[in-house]
């Protein structure tokens, strides 16, 4: 979508702060959006005093500050300048009566996102949670709780396009991995787990096990109902636990805080299942 961005009171807390979380914010929008100027530090079309004057105070790179793109000109409301035609985004610590009149005109008044950074300093921290957490929602991933891989890097994994969305103290990862970059990710997982360990890795239509013998030799299955007690049975054997604890892969599966709001969207009925004893 397009992201249009004011500077003073946004980006800026004042004329010598940067604005908690500007930074991130930038990185992330700049990398997943059209952003645009909108503010009258570039009101000519000339996007350059504007990089220059956010990356003097908030230091950041103008690397990422040239990404964003000077808006279309206005005359009286910025409002003018949004492309209503796009989903967008407007950030701003300032609404004209005008302004919000053309929001309201096109039904958009929740695309601006009003900022106060005097009543909420981390508020540009909880609008790139927020984007973050929807591109997640619409784009094709798998998810995977990585356990028992020093030698996988935390850089190896970002090169493929991999999200860290939490570390463990013990060294566990979270990751996010895009559809595409699947069968990259498994081939490394296969190189590289620690032997004696498992990897499973959660798409929306397949549930894929890695299994790494002590030997070092693997085995790939994708969970079935048909080979369910088969992958139980080396789970138990991996973790040195009675199979029958497991019984349902699927739910116990879902009983990971990491996976489970995304099994039950996916595979709520084979987590629901009776099973046959
Ligand atoms: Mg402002």
Same mark, same amino acid.
């Given at each position: 979508m397009n992201i249009y961005l004011d500077i003073?009171?946004?980006?800026?807390? &004042?004329?010598k702060m940067v604005a908690n979380g500007a930074k991130e914010f930038l990185e992330f929008v700049t990398e997943n959006h059209n952003c645009y100027w909108l503010t009258t530090h570039c009101r000519d079309g000339n996007p350059d005093w504007a990089v220059e004057y956010v990356n003097k105070i908030a230091g950041i790179d103008t690397e990422i500050l040239k990404k964003i793109k000077p808006c279309r000109p206005w005359a009286t409301? %910025?409002? !003018?300048?949004?492309?209503?035609?796009t989903p967008f985004l407007w950030l701003d610590d300032d609404l004209f009566e005008g302004e919000r009149r053309a929001l309201k005109e096109h039904n958009a008044l929740d695309n601006m996102e009003y900022i106060d950074l005097a009543h909420d300093p981390d508020q540009l921290i909880k609008i790139t949670k927020e984007l973050q957490n929807v591109k997640i929602m619409h784009m094709s991933h798998a998810l995977s709780y990585l356990m028992?891989?020093?030698?996988?890097?935390d850089s190896e994994l970002k090169s493929l396009g991999? !999200?860290? %969305?939490n570390t463990t103290k013990d060294g566990d990862r979270m990751l996010v991995i895009p559809a595409e970059k699947l069968s990259s990710y498994i081939e490394l997982v296969k190189s590289k787990?620690? &032997?004696?360990f498992w990897n499973e890795i959660i798409g929306e239509k397949e549930i894929t096990f890695i299994f790494k013998f002590k030997n070092g030799h693997t085995k790939e299955y994708k969970l079935s109902p048909e080979n369910e007690q088969e992958i139980d049975a080396l789970c138990a054997k991996f973790n040195n636990e009675p199979p029958d604890k497991t019984a349902n892969v699927y739910k116990y599966i879902s009983d990971n805080n990491f996976y489970h709001d995304f099994m039950m969207k996916h595979y709520a009925d084979l987590i629901n299942r009776k099973l046959e004893k």
């Amino acid at each position: 979508m397009n992201i249009y961005l004011d500077i003073d009171g946004v980006l800026l807390a &004042n004329d010598k702060m940067v604005a908690n979380g500007a930074k991130e914010f930038l990185e992330f929008v700049t990398e997943n959006h059209n952003c645009y100027w909108l503010t009258t530090h570039c009101r000519d079309g000339n996007p350059d005093w504007a990089v220059e004057y956010v990356n003097k105070i908030a230091g950041i790179d103008t690397e990422i500050l040239k990404k964003i793109k000077p808006c279309r000109p206005w005359a009286t409301f %910025k409002t !003018e300048a949004i492309n209503f035609d796009t989903p967008f985004l407007w950030l701003d610590d300032d609404l004209f009566e005008g302004e919000r009149r053309a929001l309201k005109e096109h039904n958009a008044l929740d695309n601006m996102e009003y900022i106060d950074l005097a009543h909420d300093p981390d508020q540009l921290i909880k609008i790139t949670k927020e984007l973050q957490n929807v591109k997640i929602m619409h784009m094709s991933h798998a998810l995977s709780y990585l356990m028992g891989a020093e030698e996988i890097k935390d850089s190896e994994l970002k090169s493929l396009g991999i !999200e860290i %969305k939490n570390t463990t103290k013990d060294g566990d990862r979270m990751l996010v991995i895009p559809a595409e970059k699947l069968s990259s990710y498994i081939e490394l997982v296969k190189s590289k787990l620690t &032997n004696g360990f498992w990897n499973e890795i959660i798409g929306e239509k397949e549930i894929t096990f890695i299994f790494k013998f002590k030997n070092g030799h693997t085995k790939e299955y994708k969970l079935s109902p048909e080979n369910e007690q088969e992958i139980d049975a080396l789970c138990a054997k991996f973790n040195n636990e009675p199979p029958d604890k497991t019984a349902n892969v699927y739910k116990y599966i879902s009983d990971n805080n990491f996976y489970h709001d995304f099994m039950m969207k996916h595979y709520a009925d084979l987590i629901n299942r009776k099973l046959e004893k």
